[in-house]
């Protein structure tokens, strides 16, 4: 959709950059041809100007703090929607009818078991292993098993694959959670719901009936909803790099959770709640909000700024008040919560914050819900990549069925030695 051009003069010669239009956002300038007619490479290095892909999946605008699925705000589906629901919406770009919603939530409860045999995959790991070591590990190995759901130029592959993933990875959460507290794995219960079916497998044990509390099921549908999808972010684009080359769905979803689990990404929540469990009362905060500053000090606010946001991130305004309904329905009173929202109030009026725009994201509070519902720090992250998996696999279908994608390949500007004759021990 190139309506004009841009020009580009290098030297002596003008190069035309057709200008592409998307539906909302910035346009962008179309440079595939760049290197070839003009020998020069774009330089972009952490892509903070660099569209990878045409998507009608996610839309961002970091200055609003808007986000849209499909052209659906957060707040509204996160207010009306269900996972399940948003989840199809994702893979089939419409909302369900009843109908197909209870189909397509059926289809994901039938594949919510795992192979026996995966169960043996824990008992190779250190009780104490982080989950998302364990996840990274049977995820990866999950392509051992489906080998009937791997021809990804299939759609019915695709499709069926997709459903697994989205259907077993709460059964792989709770059995990583089971496995660091040596209680027996529960089966999927298919008569409850996607979130009560996982809240039961990790908190529920055999020797007593497990009864779902509806604000807390709530409470971990809308979180899932707030973590689904969110544009070519880190994981997503490693995601959509690793299914480029033509690898199986099961592999680039692996690749997707080890991206995701760095503390600059999703391994935030973990991070941001063990840091305000260190600063630990309200007095403390100055000096933190000092450290966070100070450049010869690596520190910084976990959960704080975002590479889109610069204005704030719609899905922690949803989590603030997701905070209040946990930790009231379940009579908590969480100091943490009060250091959270005092240090929120301290460092939006500190000149630093409001400079560099850096405000909560997504990562801010969840940790204190997940905290309060009983889920320890090394699972935060294993919940994010439950619930993005969806938008993992919802971006990897949309480039797979691309006839035009092709493997990713970079560039790079070489800065190493010219070539040079290769010396002998006694020239060294
Ligand atoms: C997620 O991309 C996504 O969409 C991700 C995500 C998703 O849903 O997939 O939204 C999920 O990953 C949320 C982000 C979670 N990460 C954190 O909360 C970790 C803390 N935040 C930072 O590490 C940082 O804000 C990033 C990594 C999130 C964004 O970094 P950028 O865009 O590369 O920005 P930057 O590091 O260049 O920072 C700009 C300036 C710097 O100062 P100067 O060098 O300009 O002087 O802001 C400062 C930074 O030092 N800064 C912070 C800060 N974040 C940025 N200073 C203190 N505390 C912070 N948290």
Redesign the pocket.
């Known amino acids: 959709m190139a309506e004009n051009n841009a020009t580009l003069t290098i030297g002596d010669t003008s190069y035309d950059l057709p200008i592409m239009k998307g539906n909302e956002g910035p346009d962008v300038l179309d440079i595939r041809k760049l290197y070839g007619a003009s020998d020069h490479f774009t330089f972009d290095p952490?892509f903070t100007s660099t569209a990878s892909c045409e998507s009608a999946l996610t839309f961002i605008d970091g200055d609003e703090g808007i986000l849209l699925h499909r052209g659906y705000s957060i707040e509204e589906l996160s207010e009306k929607s269900s996972f399940m629901e948003v989840s199809y919406l994702l893979l089939n770009g419409e909302l369900p009818s009843k109908t197909q919603l209870v189909e397509f939530s059926q289809t994901i409860s039938r594949h919510t078991m795992l192979h026996e045999q995966l169960a043996t995959f824990y008992r190779g790991f250190r009780r104490d292993a982080h989950p998302m070591a364990i996840m990274c590990g049977v995820v990866g190995a999950l392509s051992a098993f489906y080998h009937d759901s791997t021809d990804i130029s299939d759609p019915t592959h695709r499709m069926i694959s997709s459903h697994r993933l989205i259907a077993k990875m709460p059964t792989i959460a709770a059995m990583a959670y089971k496995y660091s507290i040596g209680q027996p794995f529960l089966y999927p219960d298919n008569s409850l719901s996607y979130t009560g079916n996982f809240l039961r497998m990790t908190f529920g044990v055999p020797a007593e009936p497990y009864v779902v509390n509806p604000v807390i099921e709530r409470a971990m549908d809308r979180i899932f909803i707030l973590?689904a999808d969110?544009?070519q972010?880190?994981?997503?684009s490693t995601v959509r790099l690793a299914g480029s080359s033509g690898a199986n769905p099961f592999a680039c979803i692996a690749a997707g959770i080890a991206c995701l689990w760095g503390?600059?990404?999703?391994g935030?929540n973990e991070?941001?709640l063990n840091m305000l469990r260190e600063i630990g009362t309200p007095d403390k905060i100055p000096h933190y909000i000092e450290r966070?500053?100070d450049?010869n000090d690596p520190f910084?606010?976990?959960?704080?700024?975002?590479?889109?946001y610069k204005n704030y991130?719609p899905r922690a305004s949803v989590m603030q008040k997701t905070v209040r309904e946990v930790l009231s329905e379940l009579k908590v009173n969480d100091p943490i919560f009060d250091v959270a929202l005092q240090l929120e109030d301290m460092a939006l009026n500190d000149p630093y914050f409001i400079e560099?725009k850096?405000f909560p994201?997504?990562?801010f509070y969840s940790g204190i819900i997940l905290s309060a519902i009983g889920f320890p720090t090394e699972m935060f992250t294993v919940l994010f990549a439950l619930s993005r998996t969806v938008g993992w696999v919802a971006q990897w279908n949309e480039m797979i069925s691309d006839p035009g994608q092709k493997i990713g390949r970079p560039r790079q500007l070489y800065t190493g030695p010219k070539h040079r004759p290769y010396p002998g021990f006694d020239e060294r």
Do not use: I, Q, W, Y
């Open positions: 952490g973590h969110h544009e972010n880190a994981s997503t503390p600059a990404h999703g935030a991070a941001a966070a500053k450049k910084r606010l976990m959960g704080f700024g975002h590479r889109v991130d560099k850096l994201n997504v990562d």
